[in-house]
């Protein structure tokens, strides 16, 4: 199914990276250093990652603190200079260069910010394989939204029929949806079968199963 697209775009976080335990830690971290309740389960904060912080934490910290919640997880988030601790997914690289072989363009669109997502590119030597990326920098709203992938097809001058979204989460599903693109989600990240078999999409452990569809 894959090959017949000419933009293979994809998630970041939990499909190219294996780092949703990280933010689940620094989430739950800064939500309670702000008076967040510790018995908030894992499940709410899982299912925010993506989203902009200051677009849900609001609603689990006290009012007092909303003013802090930016500058806090800036201050504690190290996504930036730390990459060692978000090891690529195995087979990413190699599914990302058979890409390129086949004359397609793969594209990241993630949350992150620009310095993380170049950073991200420059830790593992993707400048030369990476067609297009954009950040949550570069957006003004975040997935479901489908402002990220509408900029990208843009930039190609491409069609939603001409590519397809590889994503972690209901939220990289929806921004597809919303964009008319083709989608296939991964257990790498966010989601379980289970998720995936309810919204009826096609699935796969990983990014380095893509083509077996």
Known sequence: MI???????????GVVLSSINYYLDLFRNVAESL???????????????GVKIITWMTNIVPEE???????????????????????????????????????QKPCFISSKTRESMDSVIKYYKLDSIIDFSISGDEVKNFKP??????????????KSDEA???????????????ANVRFIGVLSGICTKSDWELEKVSYVP???EIYTL
Request: hydrophobic share 35%.
């Open 65 to 103: 603190n909303h003013n802090k919640i930016k500058e806090l997880f800036i201050a504690k988030n190290r996504d930036t200079v730390e990459n060692h601790r978000f090891p690529i997914i195995e087979g990413t690289k190699e599914t990302l260069l058979k890409i390129k072989e086949n004359n």
């Open 3 to 13: 090959s017949k697209y000419k933009y293979i775009l994809l998630d970041v976080d």
């Open 206 to 208: 990983s990014i380095k």
């Open 164 to 178: 397809i979204f590889v994503g972690d989460s209901l939220h990289d599903l929806g921004a597809a949806r919303n």
């Open 35 to 49: 008076g967040a309740s510790k018995s908030i389960p894992n499940a709410f904060y899982k299912k925010n990652i």
């Open 145 to 158: 939204d489908p402002e990220g992938i509408i900029k990208t097809l843009k930039y190609f001058n491409a």
